[in-house]
């Protein structure tokens, strides 16, 4: 069996156990902190990050683009980069624009500020990143709203890898509080729906140590 | 013809730019720059960076990996993600590599400190943020040196994207002088050849206005 190196709160290894569960993969969870750049995690990975995956024969799989991509060609069932080549630039487009726009200027600001320097105890939040990625993310619901009013989902007519990178990503940045949902009624309806998945389950039970979710983090009518 | 959107010494653009010339795909070029945030470019591209692909009946592509990945799956000639479905994950986690960790260690700093606040005229370069870029593309370069004992490619025994992708990145930065080839045997061999492809060619005549090359730039034995 796969095992998938994470951490609760990891919006890219999130990514990946949603495409997993989507396509009935199993996998075990093997708990990594890359903020704490173990030797033997860098031997593995020399980028440090997750998540990383090692299959029972010590096969290894890193980044979650190059995973997702892996599991795309070899797993038929519920395709995510699916249709022509257009609409697969589209899907690859809208993943990139989560896992790293999103990322630089919402969830990975937030991370830091109110989850990793807190485990580490490197330092108080600094209260001016707090701000300024609450008011990132919602430019960003703006745009997910601009694109869910032309599209059922993401990138188009069916559920693809760009829903999954983005739901990753705002399910991380809901569990900090870092989402006002006020005015923002399409990117939350397409949420709820996401969150209504079987492959999102086990996502809503996950905690992270000394920092507890928002309290409407679990529920699927938010 | 596809139109590129790009500026000369941007790593991204110059990766799509090789990926064609392999492929033998034809385009022209429209100068763009990104800092500037132009309303008509970000109205084409939310995420505002370059390169932009656009056809003459309007298809856009966005993302020089969305690129990549569209044309590898267009234009058969050349395959540069190629091989089994382990092969292909290797050659995306590395291509990943050079997109994100060479250019925010390396690439990115010197381009902001060398070229853009030249051109923008906005403030002198940074004396720090140029040495520890200039400390990082050593570290880099051990990685590649590292990678190349190994392989004949970065990627595995063929030619692949990733080949393209460092390719483009290190190109930039030994435009701008931050490479000292010294100690590099390995990734300095592999870049000559690379450099005598014609795919390489139109790269090693570009010049960006303000700041020239360095004097061993366009040699393909430096």
Same mark, same amino acid.
């Given at each position: 069996m796969w095992q998938l190196h994470q951490f609760p709160l990891c919006p890219f290894s999130r990514k990946v156990r949603l495409l997993l569960g989507e396509k009935g993969v199993g996998y075990e969870l093997v708990r990594e =902190?890359? %903020?704490?750049?173990r030797d033997e995690f860098l031997h593995l990975n020399p980028a440090g990050q997750t998540p990383v995956m090692v299959d029972a024969d010590q096969t290894v799989l890193i980044d979650s683009q190059a995973i997702a991509e892996y599991f795309e060609e070899t797993v038929e *069932? =519920?395709?995510?980069?699916? @249709?022509?080549a257009l609409q697969r630039a589209e899907i690859r487009r809208l993943t990139t624009w989560f896992d790293t726009q999103f990322y630089q200027d919402v969830t990975g600001p937030l991370l830091q500020e109110r989850a990793i320097k807190r485990i580490s105890q490197s330092a108080p939040p600094d209260g001016r990143v707090l701000r300024e990625s609450m008011k990132a993310a919602v430019g960003h619901l703006d745009y997910t709203d601009y694109l869910l009013d032309h599209r059922n989902w993401m990138a188009g007519a069916t559920l693809s890898l760009a829903d999954l990178a983005a739901a990753a990503q705002i399910s991380v940045v809901d569990y900090l509080g @870092?989402?006002? %949902? *006020? @005015?923002?009624e399409q990117t939350a309806r397409w949420y709820r729906g996401l969150k209504s998945r079987p492959s999102f389950r086990p996502l809503l039970s996950e905690r992270m140590e000394v920092i507890g979710p928002a309290p409407h983090y679990a529920n699927v009518d938010f």
């Open positions: =902190s890359p %903020w704490v750049r *069932k =519920s395709a995510t980069i699916n @249709g022509t @870092g989402i006002d %949902w *006020k @005015g923002h």
